[in-house]
Every structure is written in C-alpha cells, then in structure tokens.
C-alpha cells in the first residue's frame, strides 16, 4: 500500500492512496493525479511501507493482554520522489470512466518486509460464480470521525453484482451508467472506504494477494449502505503493459 504525498504550498498533504505493482509503479486513480486535485496540490512523493502517520517508528501490539509491542525498524517507512504521473487518456471525470492511473517513481523502491508489490490480476473476477466474498480494502481515510486516520487500517468487503450497485446511481443528480471497467464493493452498514482512501486497492486474497480495483467513487461514508465503485484493474492490463517502461 500507498501513500502519495502533495506539495501545497510549503507543506505534505496526504489526499490519496494507491499501491505497488512494481519498483517503479504505483497504480492508483486517474483523479488522484489529474483534474480537480491539482488544483488542492502537486504529486511529489510516495510513502511506502508506512502504518502510523503521526510516527517515526511504527508499533503495534503484539499481545494485547500483556501489551507487548511489535516495532518496525526506524527504516520500513521510505518515501520516493515522483518523476512522472500518467493518468489515463480517456479519464472522464463527469462519467467516471477510465478512472485510473499510474506513478512512476524516480527511483527504484528496495524491496523489504515491509514494502513489496501486489500482483495484477490473473483473471477477471466479475465472471467468477459464485462472486468472491473475501476482498480487502485499506487506508487511511477518514474513519468514525471527521479526521483523517493517522493509522492504516483494513476492511472486509462484499463484491457487489453490477445490476445491484447500478440501482444506486440511476438518480438526476449522478446518473452515472457503470461499464465494464468498473465493479462495486461493499454496501454493508458499519462498514464503508472513505474520503482519502481513494485510489487505493480493492485486493482480492488467494494464493497471493491480487488488485482487483482501483478506488474510484461513491458515497465514501456519506451513506454506508451504498457500495463503493472501483475501477476495473483486470480490463486495463494491456494499458498497464504498455504504460509501464523499464
């Protein structure tokens, strides 16, 4: 996972998430790096490795009866410049099509066990049947308050049929028709991505970890019970492909 960093003004901002795919290559969205976002900041970094924003070194517990802590080195946490941003040319930010994008990094992320990449997809999972339960999404978005999370945290999501999600955006204020670039997690009361969680990935767990969507839009915490939209990362392989550049 993800952190992209924007320079605004003299200060970080941390306004979007994406993740590895290779040492050069952050996938996320298209709107987190073109459009309306570069009016707020400029793209200038990636953190990588990182749990707890607010920290140097990052804890977590490892025994919560005997409050053991579990420490990552002082280095787990690395942040690399941007050198280019590529969204995709046919980003539509009124329909939401094509919402998705690349970040190639000035230099090469150094593999750890904290900072590896996830594995593009080996099959469209929309055509499996039954439809996989077991889809995680993580970030740092905005959680039970109105502030951005400080910690990286995790969820389980139900993948949502397309005719079940389309329900909720055929309304005059968005109708929005979903393509085949797009597929819906999510839904569940209690249970929703939010504001700043956006272009990180909806990853699907088998014999690894595969990115099956890119966070693209939806009610973000507005409203749990509407699933969230992703863009399709299994339609957009031979975009990534020829993108991506030694």
Not at 132 to 137: E, S
Not at 152 to 176: G, M
Request: hydrophobic share 35%.
């Amino acid at each position: 996972m993800a952190l992209i960093e924007y320079q605004v003004n003299n200060k970080i901002k941390l306004l979007c998430g994406g993740s590895l795919i290779s040492g050069k290559y952050v996938l996320t969205a298209a709107h987190c790096i073109a459009g309306s976002v570069l009016s707020q900041g400029t793209p200038i970094g990636v953190r990588l490795g990182e749990y707890d924003t607010t920290k140097e070194l990052d804890c977590n517990e490892k025994d919560p009866f005997l409050g053991d802590l579990e420490c990552a080195p002082k280095n787990a946490t690395i942040t690399i410049p941007v050198e280019s941003i590529i969204p995709h040319p046919l980003y539509d930010p009124v329909t939401k099509k094509h919402d998705i994008g690349l970040i190639r990094l000035k230099d090469l992320a150094q593999y750890s066990d904290y900072v590896r990449p996830i594995c593009l997809p080996s099959q469209d999972y929309m055509l499996k049947q039954p439809l996989v339960f077991n889809l995680f999404v993580g970030g740092w978005g905005i959680g039970s308050s109105t502030h951005q999370s400080m910690v990286k945290r995790d969820l389980l999501l139900p993948l949502v049929k397309q005719k079940d999600c389309q329900k909720y955006f055929n309304i005059p204020q968005q109708n929005i028709t979903l393509s085949s670039g797009q597929l819906c997690a999510g839904g569940e009361i209690g249970k929703s991505s939010c504001r700043g969680d956006t272009g990180g990935t909806l990853m699907y767990r088998g014999r690894n970890f595969e990115a099956l969507g890119v966070m693209s839009f939806g009610s973000l915490c507005e409203r749990e019970d509407i699933p969230t939209v992703y863009t399709n990362v299994y339609e957009y392989l031979d975009w990534i492909y020829s993108a991506i550049t030694p």
